[in-house]
């Protein structure tokens, strides 16, 4: 049972990984287009 959950937790960790990146992105993006 422990072992399932770690399967179904570890795509689940990479997707948060990525939602954070790509805000982190779009921030940094975003940036430029505020400051002028």
């Known amino acids: ?3 399932n959950g770690l ?3 570890t795509p689940l960790m990479l997707v948060l990984i990525l ?3 790509s805000d982190v992105i779009f921030a940094v ?3 430029p287009a ?3």
């Open 19 to 21: 939602v954070e990146l």
């Open 1 to 3: 049972m422990r072992k």
């Open 29 to 31: 993006d975003s940036i």
């Open 7 to 9: 399967l179904y937790a």
């Open 34 to 36: 505020i400051l002028p």
